[in-house]
């Protein structure tokens, strides 16, 4: 296991398309977290599973955002009908127990709307 | 509420100087979690180190050392001897037990300058 995986690594889309990005995460890591960064900015928390539950979402996570992750395996976060303010760089991270481990980061999705 | 701040937008300094990144986070909890992660300009969050509220001995590991005071809710990190590879966007980052979830603060950008 090579660590947290995301896919794609770019996307652009023109404005008011659907998007969707995956992440794999550690295989035994249980915790599944969502941020989105911006440029300059620090990561700001989306969403977290804990195996398939999604246990919590931030108030950044508009109705347009989705978030699964079905097996509690890999996820899917979704855009629909996407803006140009969503364009950002998406991280996943997986931790094993929650914050009591470390959280391991992925390489993270850029996501262009133009 | 929690939050972390993180004063210092950008620092240079010339190889083989120590530098201290500064961090202040606020809680409600007795119980949290104080990181650090570097990111590189490949974009990949590092995790650096974890801490939980009831170990307030200071750590280093190496040129990093850390230095947590709860009196003055400070969690700063020191790089002695610095070297062109720290130069990076460094964040500091709190977890509070009850919701685990990682709020990071904005970060402090590194320049180390040959």
């Known amino acids: 296991d090579t660590g947290v995986s995301q896919d794609p690594r770019h996307k652009i889309t023109k404005r008011g398309q659907n998007v969707t990005f995956r992440c794999d995460p550690i295989s035994e890591h249980n915790r599944l977290y969502w941020y989105r960064q911006t440029l300059g900015q620090g990561p700001e928390f989306l969403t977290y599973f804990q195996n398939e539950a999604q246990l919590e979402k931030s108030r950044l996570l508009s109705d347009r955002f989705s978030a699964e992750r079905p097996k509690g395996s890999f996820s899917t976060l979704e855009i629909q009908r996407t803006e140009q303010g969503d364009s950002a760089m998406y991280l996943c991270a997986s931790s094993f127990q929650g914050t009591r481990a470390e959280a391991f980061f992925g390489q993270g999705t850029r996501l262009t709307v133009v | 509420a929690q939050k972390v701040t993180q004063a210092q937008t950008e620092i240079s300094v010339v190889e083989k100087e120590d530098v201290t990144l500064d961090c202040v986070y606020e809680?409600?909890?007795?119980?949290?979690?104080l990181f650090w992660y570097k990111q590189p300009p490949s974009g990949e969050l590092v995790f650096l180190i974890r801490?939980?509220?009831?170990?307030?001995q200071n750590e280093i590991s190496g040129r990093y050392s850390w230095n947590f005071q709860k009196s003055t809710s400070s969690f700063n990190f020191t790089i002695t001897a610095s070297q062109v590879v720290d130069s990076a966007v460094y964040f500091c980052a709190l977890s509070e037990v009850r919701d685990d979830k990682i709020i990071f603060g904005k970060g402090t950008r590194l320049h180390i300058l040959p």
């Open positions: 801490r939980n509220s009831f170990d307030e």
């Open positions: 809680t409600r909890d007795t119980t949290y979690y």
